[in-house]
């Protein structure tokens, strides 16, 4: 079974640029998040998508965006990059529903965007 | 809200010696817990969870975990460590009222050969 893979696997972007991630979960699951890791902050959430809703957002400013597909497939996106963005953004899956509070998640292995 | 805290940054331990790792928890109601492990550039990887029933919790690559309830503790065990295992080591609760895992400040490990 595959993995969760995200594209591109690194990005090098400009100030005020804006930048879409993508993320393709495992099959069959239904639940994406979106996490931002930084080594002062550490592993913080940006939101959660279940069936192309997005079910939770955690505290960021509205430039950071997402979308899920009919496929569960999901894209962030973030506008007006700013130098503080510079973070390695992970995506996880899970099977979602009424379970999900006792499956585990599944990580891609990131995206290293570097703002410059 | 719920909340995992990860006292230690750092954890330095000879090869072949047993390794820990702590984890305490916050949480209203029953508590869903996970630990992962990073490698350097690499996204996370589940290691164990406990959800219900044995506080004795086996993972992968010969982890397991330690749940108390009465000391809110979920602390990762390794009888034998390995050099590999060095990595940087998160705990993890599920929020039940919003589905989130929230993620403790992590540990790294580093195990002399």
């Known amino acids: 079974k595959a993995g969760v893979t995200q594209t591109p696997r690194y990005l090098i972007k400009t100030r005020g640029q804006q930048v879409t991630l993508s993320c393709s979960p495992i099959s069959g699951h239904r639940s994406v998040s979106w996490y931002q890791q930084t080594p002062g902050q550490g592993l913080q959430f940006l939101f959660e998508?279940?069936?192309?809703?997005?079910?939770n957002k955690g505290n960021f400013p509205g430039r950071f965006s997402g979308r899920q597909f009919s496929n569960s497939r999901s894209e962030m996106n973030v506008s007006t990059l700013e130098l503080g963005d510079s973070a390695l953004y992970l995506c996880a899956s899970s099977l979602g529903g009424p379970r999900i509070v006792n499956t585990e998640a599944f990580f891609g292995q990131g995206t290293r965007l570097t703002v410059v | 809200a719920q909340s995992v805290a990860q006292p230690e940054d750092q954890v330095n331990v000879a090869e072949g010696n047993p390794l820990t790792v702590k984890c305490t928890y916050s949480?209203?109601?029953?508590?869903?817990l996970f630990w992962y492990v990073q490698y350097p550039n690499r996204g996370l990887q589940f290691l164990l969870k406990y959800i219900t029933g044995d506080n004795l919790v086996k993972g992968s690559y010969g982890f397991e975990a330690d749940f108390n309830k009465s000391q809110t503790s979920f602390h990762l065990k390794k009888p034998s460590a390995l050099v590999s295992d060095s990595a940087l080591y998160f705990c993890a609760v599920r929020d039940t009222s919003d589905y989130k895992l929230s993620f403790g400040a992590g540990t790294t490990v580093t195990v002399r050969a």
């Open positions: 998508y279940f069936s192309e809703t997005q079910r």
């Open positions: 949480v209203s109601g029953n508590p869903y």
